[in-house]
């Protein structure tokens, strides 16, 4: 089962609302990532977990708040955000290489269409 | 940073033609993958390359890590109406130590079959 879930599936919110986008997998992955991809271009990098720890964040704007609170799930909390934030949310799950010899393989879920107004 | 040149940036064929796309990069990849990607979902994982000269197939596509390691190609064989969407390529860092991976995207190749 390489399977990714998110939740909701679309999601149109206003510019003063606080909204959560979820991402679940049941593979035993111990690294979780989001991503935004706008039309007509590759997935773009936000934030990687690793071992329910952030380990990477690509920069991202402050009304983005990131959170793993277990090993299965990962949410993005949105708040204040922009009609440019309006694009498709991605959550993707891979095994965690804990020395660095070896690459494992992304999985990625059917996204959250968020559409900001 | 490191960017990839995937080429072409579309095709337009008729159904039971084969169809080849690579991605190359200025940088060394540990590892290459591939993605399809329908309207308004996720990627999805065709084939994913560890080792340089590697050469796997998954049903009707056959794809290569090039021996340089920066360089990859994917071929469809036999092409069928849904084979349509977009592939990207993706060249992947090995994690430092605590596990982070980082992905990076070649802009992906719009694929249109003709039945």
């Known amino acids: 089962d390489t399977e990714v879930t998110q939740t909701p599936k679309h999601l149109v919110m206003g510019m003063t609302n606080k909204k959560s986008l979820k991402c679940e997998q049941h593979?035993?992955?111990?690294?979780m990532y989001w991503y935004k991809q706008k039309a007509k271009k590759p997935p773009e990098l936000m934030f990687v977990?690793?071992?329910?720890?952030?380990?990477i964040n690509e920069s991202v704007p402050s009304r983005f708040s990131p959170e793993c609170p277990n090993s299965s799930l990962l949410n993005l909390h949105l708040h204040a955000l922009q009609p440019e934030d309006s694009a498709l949310y991605l959550c993707?799950?891979?095994?965690?290489?804990?020395?660095?010899?070896?690459?494992?393989?992304?999985?990625f879920g059917p996204g959250t269409r968020l559409t900001v107004t | 940073g490191q960017q990839l040149n995937q080429s072409p940036q579309s095709m337009f064929i008729q159904e039971g033609e084969d169809v080849s796309m690579n991605c190359t990069s200025s940088?060394?990849?540990?590892?290459w993958l591939w993605y399809k990607q329908d309207p308004g979902e996720g990627p999805v994982l065709l084939i994913a390359?560890?080792?340089?000269?590697e050469l796997t197939s998954n049903g009707r596509l056959t794809a290569q890590f090039g021996i340089t390691r920066k360089d990859s190609f994917l071929n469809i064989s036999a092409s069928i109406p849904s084979d349509v969407g977009i592939y990207f390529c993706?060249?992947?860092?090995?994690?430092?130590?605590?596990?982070?991976?980082?992905?990076?995207f070649g802009k992906g190749m719009k694929l249109t079959v003709n039945p």
């Open positions: 993707a799950s891979s095994q965690a290489p804990s020395t660095g010899t070896v690459s494992y393989e992304q999985y």
């Open positions: 593979m035993g992955h111990r690294a």
């Open positions: 977990y690793s071992y329910e720890k952030l380990s």
């Open positions: 940088s060394i990849f540990n590892t």
């Open positions: 390359l560890y080792k340089a000269g």
């Open positions: 993706a060249g992947q860092l090995r994690g430092t130590q605590g596990g982070s991976e980082k992905l990076v």
